[in-house]
């Protein structure tokens, strides 16, 4: 049998030279850990590879680490087992990497309790199993590698990913808040120069963009707005400015009002810069949660929770609420019905569902959300397929929940009669009274007073008989 060995300093092949002794090595690891003849009689070192620089060990490892073969470690095992054909099993420490090896170079792998302790061994005597290897020089190489390592962990980490999607719909959500309170204070101010205008032109940027290019609106008749309006828009525009009964401004206020139609012109165009950023940046972390709610959605559900990570550990319930998070906690502390949505509110599939039926929808959005959310933060393929799929049943539920709503509203209310379902009613006679089922008590007796007051017709005790019992 032959055990591969990977360390910092590259990949040994041992062969084990007793197998009697390696069935019973976990009674034997005391001894083989204390004497190192006695671990090479039962091993010894058949081949090393020794890697070039750190450069070549990082990428090795980085490799090693995702259970791949690198193409150093497919040469080895090349040179001195398939082209020697060797047709003794290989033991892996990676079940894995074992894997990976089997199927691609067809060599048989073999892993259990007996291999571990032996690696075991061979980690503790690696200093004196390895020949032309220093310890000094092995625990520089492995300091080496362990920066190196951590360097490309932190480069390509998911968390840093997550910062800048998190920093970027903040930065978004911000921009929406200062572009409102800019075009606010715009409209209010030009409106005092050209009121018409406001009512004429209904986008913001728009807006922006006009009051930047005409400036006073004396120069209106002048300017050319094609390329920012329609033709009909165009010749309203001329025409609101020349009956216009807005008051006259300075130069001074023209200048600042046009400084602050450039700045809302600016940072329309940088938002729209960040928008596309952070798609790129949720198409390549999160594909599945993007193509399920869309990207702003998707990073305002990351940035709530933390992380990607974070995210997937949430149920389907707190993802379907995250976001209305007070009125949750004031509708139990009120003994009032819970908010069925928060965040995901927002998703273009819950704006397109009839408001009877947001709140079955959002549960079982939150739910196929969750199971997208899992696939991206935990499973190793990168594509949109499980979010394509889970999309496509929401859109298949909506369709059947529209038809239950309209089969409903044609029935009517649940209980209600013909009539109230739209149907015809079956107008009957109502029954009369039939005289010959009547019949006559006759003319009643005079009672006994005695009896009267002892309540023996029903009455209270002491009650005066009616005239219908008195005999006149």
């Given at each position: 049998m032959l055990a591969l060995f990977e360390t910092p300093a590259g990949y040994a092949l041992f062969q084990l030279n007793d197998e009697g002794k390696f069935k019973k090595i976990e009674q034997l690891s005391d001894k083989y850990c204390s004497d190192i003849n006695a671990l090479?009689?039962?091993?010894?070192?058949?081949?090393?590879?020794?890697?070039?620089?750190?450069?070549?060990?990082?990428?090795?490892?980085?490799?090693?680490?995702?259970?791949?073969?690198?193409?150093?470690?497919?040469?080895?095992?090349?040179?001195?087992?398939?082209?020697?054909?060797?047709?003794?099993?290989?033991?892996?420490?990676?079940?894995?990497?074992?894997?990976?090896?089997?199927?691609?170079?067809?060599?048989?792998?073999?892993?259990?309790d007996k291999t571990d302790?032996?690696?075991?061994?061979?980690?503790?005597?690696?200093?004196?199993l390895l020949s032309g290897v220093s310890e000094d020089d092995l625990k520089n190489m492995t300091l080496g590698l362990a920066h190196g390592l951590?360097?490309?962990?932190?480069?390509?980490?998911?968390?840093?990913?997550?910062?800048?999607?998190?920093?970027?719909?903040s930065l978004i959500e911000d921009l929406d808040r200062?572009?409102?309170?800019?075009?606010?204070?715009?409209?209010?101010?030009?409106?005092?120069?050209?009121?018409?205008?406001?009512?004429?032109?209904?986008?913001?940027?728009?807006?922006?963009?006009?009051?930047?290019?005409?400036?006073?609106r004396t120069n209106t008749a002048n300017t050319d707005l094609s390329s920012l309006l329609?033709?009909?828009?165009?010749?309203?525009?001329?025409?609101?400015?020349?009956?216009?009964?807005?008051s006259e401004i300075s130069d001074r206020d023209e200048k600042l009002i046009h400084n602050l139609a450039e700045q809302i012109t600016v940072f329309d165009e940088y938002r729209s810069t960040l928008n596309e950023y952070l798609k790129s940046r949720m198409t390549a972390v999160a594909p599945n949660l993007t193509t399920m709610?869309?990207?702003?959605?998707?990073?305002?559900?990351?940035?709530?929770?933390?992380?990607?990570?974070?995210?997937?550990?949430?149920?389907?319930?707190?993802?379907?609420?995250?976001?209305?998070?007070?009125?949750f906690f004031k509708a139990l502390k009120t003994k009032h019905n819970t908010p069925k949505y928060g965040l995901i509110y927002q998703a273009a599939i819950i704006g397109q569902t009839p408001a009877k039926l947001k709140g079955k929808l959002s549960r079982s959005l939150a739910a196929k959300t969750s199971i997208c959310v899992r696939v991206d933060a935990l499973a190793e393929y990168e594509n949109a397929e499980v979010g394509q799929e889970c999309k496509e049943y929401i859109e298949r539920k909506l369709r059947h929940l529209e038809k239950e709503?309209?089969?409903?509203?044609?029935?009517?209310?649940?209980?209600?009669?013909?009539?109230?379902?739209?149907?015809?009613?079956?107008?009957?006679a109502a029954p009369r009274f039939n005289e010959e089922s009547d019949f006559n008590l006759g003319p009643l007796k005079r009672l006994d007073k005695t009896f009267v007051k002892a309540g023996t017709m029903g009455g209270n005790a002491g009650e005066r008989p009616s005239k219908r019992t008195r005999e006149e």
């Open positions: 090479n009689k039962l091993l010894s070192l058949k081949a090393f590879y020794k890697f070039k620089d750190t450069k070549d060990a990082l990428k090795a490892t980085s490799k090693l680490i995702k259970g791949k073969i690198p193409k150093s470690l497919n040469s080895f095992l090349q040179k001195n087992i398939i082209s020697q054909e060797v047709q003794d099993n290989l033991a892996i420490a990676d079940k894995k990497l074992g894997k990976a090896i089997s199927e691609k170079l067809g060599i048989q792998c073999i892993g259990n302790e032996l690696f075991r061994i061979i980690r503790f005597q690696v200093n004196n951590s360097r490309y962990k932190l480069k390509f980490s998911t968390d840093k990913i997550d910062t800048m999607i998190i920093q970027a719909i200062e572009l409102n309170n800019y075009m606010m204070r715009l409209r209010e101010w030009y409106g005092w120069h050209f009121p018409e205008l406001g009512k004429i032109i209904a986008d913001n940027v728009v807006y922006a963009k006009v009051v930047s290019a005409i400036g006073m329609s033709e009909e828009l165009d010749r309203e525009v001329k025409q609101a400015a020349e009956l216009s009964m807005g709610v869309g990207e702003l959605v998707g990073a305002k559900l990351i940035s709530h929770a933390g992380s990607l990570v974070s995210l997937a550990k949430y149920p389907a319930s707190t993802i379907q609420i995250l976001g209305a998070e007070k009125s709503v309209l089969t409903q509203d044609s029935k009517g209310p649940r209980g209600a009669g013909p009539a109230a379902r739209g149907g015809q009613r079956d107008f009957q």
